[in-house]
């Protein structure tokens, strides 16, 4: 229906990837592939969320199979829980404290706020004309063009996170302020052969080359991790050591698993090579829309850096992470 409405023929097809929050890497990922085997030439991959509209299950499937449900099987029953509760999980068992939380998201907020200010993002983003209801007053309703993410906030603190409730259990550490903000956004990715593009002219536009995708299995009751399990098998996959590595973004689902992740690849002396822009805490975490958010931010700072090689990943709801290798052209 989308693809109708905007214009692209219908001789065009189309389909749908889930793979929760990293549903749009899944899309770009088929895209690449199908490239690769020569099935199609031309493909735009991405997604969307509009999650103040449809989040009211918090993402969770509200009716399901009773046997599923109540499964013996405790992996089973841990793929609907709460998000929230994987992120206290990690932080409880692998000892990332609220102080370590607040501290990430705070600076989360002052690299994304330096970046939207010195017009970073202004070449990934596509100005959009669409209607504003301001949730006080359902009635009104203006037509507004966004421009740019709105949910950064510059004047973000330690201290003033540090004054937050936990959001998903009552001695918890994880908050609305160290994790990543419920969000609406749309994000795409248009790839070709490169032979293609040589015949339509468009070689000098050609920013970088997808090299490969990994996907790995993990726990469900700390889905968080998955970025720590996936992001080796990428590398092992591709040849690529981490010390090739220019710029990691590596998604911010919650300031507790993101840290997790960070050290257990032994990455805490590179912090300024992960997310140097911010993520998802100051930027939001639409599902469908992140991955691609991710991909052109990435390829947008490996190109004012000279930076040839980067690596985004993604955690996953019930228990998953997905990591793809992209070089700078």
Same mark, same amino acid.
Request: charge should be negative; hydrophobic fraction near 40%; glycine fraction near 10%.
């Given at each position: 229906?989308? #693809?109708?409405? *905007? =214009?692209?023929?219908?001789?065009?097809?189309?389909?749908?990837?889930?793979?929760?929050?990293?549903?749009?890497?899944?899309?770009?990922?088929?895209? #690449?592939?199908?490239?690769?085997?020569?099935?199609?030439?031309?493909?735009?991959?991405?997604?969307?969320?509009?999650? %103040?509209?449809?989040?009211?299950?918090?993402?969770?499937?509200?009716?399901?199979?009773?046997?599923?449900?109540?499964?013996?099987?405790?992996?089973?029953?841990?793929?609907?829980? +709460?998000?929230?509760?994987?992120?206290?999980? *990690?932080?409880?068992?692998?000892?990332?404290?609220?102080?370590?939380?607040?501290?990430?998201?705070? /600076? +989360?907020?002052?690299?994304?706020?330096?970046?939207?200010?010195?017009?970073?993002?202004?070449? /990934?983003?596509?100005?959009?004309?669409?209607?504003?209801?301001?949730? /006080?007053?359902?009635?009104?309703?203006?037509?507004?063009?966004?421009?740019?993410?709105?949910?950064?906030?510059?004047?973000? %603190?330690?201290?003033?996170?540090?004054?937050?409730?936990?959001?998903?259990?009552?001695?918890?550490?994880? %908050?609305?302020?160290?994790?990543?903000?419920?969000?609406?956004?749309?994000?795409?990715?248009?790839?070709?052969?490169?032979?293609?593009?040589?015949?339509?002219?468009?070689?000098?536009?050609?920013?970088?080359?997808? #090299?490969?995708?990994?996907?790995?299995?993990?726990?469900?009751?700390?889905?968080?991790?998955?970025?720590?399990?996936?992001?080796?098998?990428?590398?092992?996959? %591709?040849?690529?050591?981490?010390?090739?590595?220019?710029?990691?973004?590596?998604?911010?689902?919650?300031?507790?698993?993101?840290?997790?992740?960070?050290?257990?690849?032994?990455?805490?002396?590179?912090?300024?090579?992960?997310?140097?822009?911010? =993520?998802?805490? #100051?930027?939001?975490?639409?599902?469908?829309?992140? +991955?691609?958010?991710?991909? =052109?931010?990435?390829?947008?700072?490996?190109?004012?850096?000279?930076?040839?090689?980067?690596?985004?990943?993604?955690?996953?709801?019930?228990?998953?992470?997905?990591?793809?290798?992209?070089?700078?052209?």
């Amino acid at each position: 229906m989308a #693809a109708n409405h *905007v =214009g692209i023929p219908t001789t065009t097809s189309f389909s749908t990837a889930n793979r929760a929050c990293a549903s749009g890497l899944t899309a770009i990922t088929h895209i #690449a592939n199908q490239i690769a085997v020569g099935q199609i030439d031309v493909g735009i991959g991405g997604g969307m969320e509009s999650m %103040t509209r449809n989040y009211g299950s918090r993402a969770i499937p509200t009716e399901l199979w009773k046997e599923m449900k109540e499964s013996p099987v405790k992996e089973a029953r841990d793929c609907i829980m +709460s998000m929230g509760i994987t992120s206290e999980n *990690v932080a409880e068992r692998y000892g990332v404290s609220r102080a370590d939380q607040d501290a990430f998201a705070a /600076e +989360s907020h002052r690299r994304a706020a330096k970046a939207q200010s010195s017009g970073f993002f202004d070449e /990934e983003i596509v100005p959009v004309t669409t209607r504003w209801i301001d949730p /006080e007053v359902p009635e009104s309703e203006k037509t507004v063009t966004v421009t740019k993410d709105d949910g950064i906030r510059p004047n973000t %603190t330690v201290e003033k996170l540090s004054t937050m409730k936990p959001a998903f259990k009552a001695d918890g550490a994880s %908050t609305a302020g160290n994790s990543s903000q419920v969000s609406d956004g749309a994000s795409a990715a248009l790839m070709m052969r490169r032979s293609t593009a040589a015949e339509l002219g468009l070689t000098s536009q050609i920013i970088g080359k997808f #090299a490969g995708t990994q996907v790995a299995g993990c726990l469900p009751d700390e889905m968080g991790v998955g970025p720590a399990v996936v992001i080796p098998k990428l590398l092992a996959y %591709t040849g690529i050591e981490k010390e090739d590595v220019g710029i990691w973004e590596i998604n911010e689902a919650f300031a507790s698993q993101a840290l997790y992740c960070i050290r257990k690849l032994g990455l805490e002396n590179n912090m300024d090579k992960i997310n140097p822009n911010g =993520g998802a805490i #100051a930027l939001g975490h639409p599902l469908g829309a992140t +991955s691609g958010r991710m991909l =052109g931010t990435l390829l947008h700072e490996m190109g004012r850096t000279g930076e040839q090689i980067g690596v985004l990943s993604k955690c996953i709801g019930t228990g998953m992470g997905m990591a793809s290798l992209i070089i700078r052209e």
